[in-house]
């Protein structure tokens, strides 16, 4: 029997199967850069808006029908799972979101409490289901979490932070008391993302943000096993994508740590990363700012791209992170439709690689781009 979800050229590029076209998404494609949605935040805060369902499914639809992409994100955040954790969360108007009551000393990590019920979360579910529910029958739905290390980093700084000074601190002088911590936050996170997927996302991102901050023993050593005993406890039905930034000089143990997708950011030129990410699938990784160009400009930077990846199953174009606010819409339209024009070459699904470099940059393609 067809099923469309599942034969989707999102999921099957998740599962390295070919594809007519590269699928795409972007990350924060439902944001400021969005009129719509600037409207409506000027009637609704943040965290109110994250909180009603209804209004987190309907943000979520209308960004991914509106640009064309080939996967919705659920509109939610990283850091709504710290309230049932025990945190007051705050989101400022222009600093970001603030954690009131930050874990500083070691004995503040008993406050963290177990996540014994997803019953708190209801509304992101409650939000899965109604976004699922109104999404065409072939665009999956992905579901997310922040990783322990970026969870933990906020848990610690009390909001955003550029050396992770305190982070880094408690990690190195009372290993138990990171490790209890870590520990718990990869416990509450795949449950929580289990939830999701039962809610009806059919795939689940763990974004690590932060991490590329860790050495590359470091993040063996306090990181790599907690997100992989998050990764383990996802269930296996839906595909996981583990994403970083600033982490080329972490992928192999990235890859270790699991994940069906290896999400990388710009640092990184894609056939590089793909290399050494081993068998498994890869999302990325256009600079944001590329989206602040002119059309032809990011044209270009996406068949870069396109050519690194060589029309090698297991492609899903994306951001190497975030929209920026100041990006233009158009160009976000022009970047999806550019990426599906230029990767959809008569054929595809049976050439062999090379086959699909030389019609991409020798053929009559070239004038069309
Ligand atoms: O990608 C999507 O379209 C889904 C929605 C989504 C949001 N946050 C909405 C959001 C996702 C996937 C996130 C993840 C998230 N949240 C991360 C990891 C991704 C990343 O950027 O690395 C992090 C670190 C957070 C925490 C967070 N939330 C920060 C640091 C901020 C403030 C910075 C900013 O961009 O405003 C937020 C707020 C936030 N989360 C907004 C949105 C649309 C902006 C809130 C607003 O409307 O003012």
């Given at each position: 029997m067809p099923d469309p979800l599942r034969d989707s050229p999102f999921m099957r590029a998740c599962r390295?199967?070919?594809?007519?076209?590269?699928?795409?998404?972007?990350?924060?494609?439902?944001?400021?850069?969005?009129?719509?949605?600037?409207?409506?935040r000027e009637r609704v805060p943040f965290l109110d808006l994250c909180k009603r369902s209804e209004l987190a499914a309907e943000v979520t639809v209308t960004a991914a029908?509106?640009?064309?992409?080939?996967?919705?994100?659920?509109?939610?955040?990283?850091?709504?799972?710290?309230?049932?954790?025990?945190?007051?969360?705050?989101?400022t108007n222009g600093d970001g979101p603030v954690i009131h009551n930050p874990i500083r000393r070691s004995h503040d990590v008993e406050r963290v409490r177990e996540l014994t019920s997803v019953e708190p979360l209801d509304y992101v579910l409650r939000a899965v289901e109604l976004a699922r529910r109104a999404l065409p029958d072939n665009i999956p739905l992905i579901g997310f979490a922040g990783a322990p290390f970026t969870l933990a980093s906020y848990l610690i700084e009390g909001g955003a932070s550029r050396n992770f000074i305190h982070t880094k601190t408690l990690m190195r002088t009372d290993g138990g008391a990171w490790h209890e911590l870590m520990s718990r936050l990869a416990h509450a996170l795949a449950r929580y993302l289990n939830a999701q997927i039962k809610?009806?996302?059919?795939?689940?991102?763990?974004?690590?943000?932060?991490?590329?901050?860790?050495?590359?023993?470091?993040?063996?050593?306090?990181?790599?096993?907690?997100?992989?005993?998050?990764?383990?406890?996802?269930?296996?039905?839906?595909?996981?994508?583990?994403?970083?930034?600033?982490?080329?000089?972490?992928?192999?143990?990235?890859?270790?740590?699991?994940?069906?997708?290896?999400?990388?950011?710009?640092?990184?030129?894609?056939?590089?990363?793909?290399?050494?990410?081993?068998?498994?699938?890869?999302?990325?990784?256009?600079?944001?700012?590329?989206?602040?160009?002119?059309?032809?400009?990011?044209?270009?930077?996406?068949?870069?791209?396109?050519?690194?990846?060589?029309?090698?199953?297991?492609?899903?174009?994306?951001?190497?992170?975030?929209?920026?606010?100041?990006?233009p819409v158009q160009n976000v339209v022009a970047l999806v439709e550019a990426v599906h024009e230029m990767s959809a070459l008569p054929g595809r699904e049976e050439r062999t690689s090379n086959m699909y470099e030389e019609n991409l940059f020798g053929g009559d393609h070239e004038s069309t781009l």
């Open positions: 390295r199967e070919p594809t007519p076209y590269t699928p795409i998404w972007l990350m924060r494609q439902a944001g400021r850069y969005m009129p719509e949605y600037r409207s409506l029908n509106r640009l064309g992409v080939d996967a919705a994100i659920i509109f939610a955040d990283l850091l709504l799972i710290v309230e049932p954790l025990g945190f007051a969360l705050e989101y809610a009806g996302a059919q795939a689940v991102q763990l974004f690590d943000s932060w991490v590329g901050a860790l050495s590359p023993d470091d993040y063996r050593r306090y990181a790599l096993p907690y997100t992989r005993a998050v990764i383990e406890q996802v269930a296996p039905s839906a595909p996981v994508i583990h994403f970083g930034t600033g982490t080329a000089g972490l992928l192999e143990a990235m890859s270790e740590a699991g994940g069906d997708v290896i999400g990388i950011d710009w640092r990184i030129r894609l056939d590089h990363a793909w290399q050494r990410i081993g068998d498994r699938a890869i999302m990325g990784n256009l600079d944001p700012t590329v989206l602040l160009a002119d059309v032809a400009t990011l044209r270009q930077e996406a068949r870069a791209i396109l050519g690194q990846a060589q029309g090698r199953a297991g492609h899903i174009f994306n951001l190497g992170h975030g929209i920026l606010p100041q990006t």
